[in-house]
């Protein structure tokens, strides 16, 4: 069974910086992607960043230039670095990890005080 273990949330100020990881239980080899979405209050979930197997990142626009996505093969571990952090950043962070199907961690909150 997968388990996605997030860790790394929490509160910051604006321009400040945070970094997520995401502790998977099998070889990050075994997805074909794994990436981070998060859901505001009263919006649906979006697509923060990914990382296909093969290494190649995709980012919102909204986050391109301030997050950076990556990865530890050795220790089964996906990072979001998230600097320049804004207001309209805040939201509760999933990891998301996809074979045939999507498998996703508990959620961390995020929260940029203004």
């Known amino acids: 069974q997968v388990q996605l273990v997030e860790s790394g949330g929490g509160l910051v100020q604006a321009v400040g910086s945070l970094r997520l990881s995401c502790a998977a239980s099998l070889s990050i080899f075994t997805f074909r992607s794994m990436g981070w979405y998060r859901q505001a209050p009263g919006k649906q979930r979006e697509l923060v960043a990914s990382l296909t197997s093969g290494g190649s990142p995709n980012y919102s626009d909204s986050v391109k230039g301030r997050f950076a996505i990556s990865r530890d093969n050795a220790k089964n571990t996906v990072y979001l670095q998230m600097n320049s952090l804004k207001s309209e950043d805040t939201a509760v962070y999933y990891c998301?990890?996809?074979?045939?199907?999507?498998?996703w961690g508990q959620g961390t909150q995020v929260t940029v005080s203004s």
């Open positions: 998301n990890a996809v074979t045939y199907t999507n498998y």
